[in-house]
């Protein structure tokens, strides 16, 4: 699987290469990223869930972006370039600057492949894939409730320019989910994160998850991350994406309740508590028994 997305660092290049951890950061290529929130989180989520599952780590370029769109070019291109040669059973796209004709040329270089990668969008990769029409072709979409009001809003722009506010957002989550399908806005799945976690799929919601519900996680930087970080990899690992979307959603909050989290938690404390959660839960959420899991 591959893991593609901008990281806030001015001076870090173009980076590609398999992910490992050494307690503190994410090694790539010989670089360090930090595990905080963002693209770090997601991958970071990504890897403690293939570490358990004793399958194959996952892959990640990424490349650094201060706002100014370079890295997010260059990512870009290179996908487009190199995405039949690179041939990931899943592609996932994190936070690149939307650009409409690099992400057309992208899904035009994946329909070349010999076999297509299952194709996850999260943050601004989804503003891209809606502004440029492709939403449908996208298997996975994980907005959060105020990206879910965009994707509803066939006019708006960007999250920030929607019609319906945030605060009424979330009392008619199913109704904007509704529209974002009805629009063509949406993804074949969507895990939509919130107080509530909704799996949807054709328009059709087939899984709700609020508990535990944790109330101090949501002002913690990356925990939307770290849920697609899971979905991704459970996804590489076999699982359906609806099977996936609903324990990344589970797990996710039993992870947040495990770390005991404050306001003041920072992701990785959260990440950190994932092999206990998949241990204790995951054969019973799943079947996939394995690393002592509780049957």
Not at 8 to 25: E, M, N, Q, R
Not at 44 to 58: D, E, G, M, N, R
Not at 101 to 130: E, F, G, Q
Not at 189 to 200: C, E, Q
Request: glycine share 8%.
């Amino acid at each position: 699987m591959l893991i593609a997305g901008v990281i806030p660092i001015a001076d870090l290049p173009l980076t590609y290469g398999g992910v490992s951890f050494d307690g503190a950061d994410l090694l790539i290529d010989g670089r360090r990223v930090p595990c905080t929130q963002g693209t770090g989180a997601m991958v970071s989520a990504a890897l403690a869930t293939t570490s358990y599952l004793k399958v194959a780590a996952p892959c990640a370029l990424l490349a650094g972006d201060m706002g100014k769109g370079d890295g997010s070019r260059a990512i870009y291109e290179y996908l487009i370039a190199n995405i039949a040669e690179l041939a990931p059973d899943v592609l996932a796209l994190h936070y690149c600057l939307p650009d409409m004709n690099l992400t057309r040329r992208l899904l035009a270089s994946v329909a070349k492949c010999a076999k297509r990668p299952v194709l996850i969008a999260d943050a601004a990769s989804m503003y891209a894939a809606k502004a440029a029409g492709l939403a449908p072709s996208f298997d996975v979409f994980t907005p959060d409730a105020a990206e879910t009001a965009f994707l509803a809003d066939p006019a708006a722009t960007h999250p920030a320019y929607v019609k319906f506010l945030t605060y009424n957002a979330v009392d008619k989550m199913p109704e904007l989910i509704k529209q974002a399908y009805a629009h063509k806005n949406a993804a074949k799945l969507m895990l939509v994160k919130g107080a509530t976690d909704y799996i949807v799929r054709e328009g059709e919601i087939l899984a709700t998850v609020s508990e535990p519900d944790v109330p101090d996680m949501e002002p913690i930087g990356g925990t939307g991350d770290t849920i697609t970080g899971m979905l991704t990899a459970f996804i590489g690992a076999g699982l359906e994406p609806h099977e996936a979307a609903i324990i990344a959603a589970k797990a996710n909050r039993m992870a947040g309740q495990m770390a005991a989290v404050t306001p003041a938690t920072r992701v990785s404390g959260v990440v950190a508590q994932l092999p206990a959660v998949f241990k204790k839960y995951l054969c019973a959420w799943s079947g996939v028994c394995i690393n002592g899991g509780v049957e």
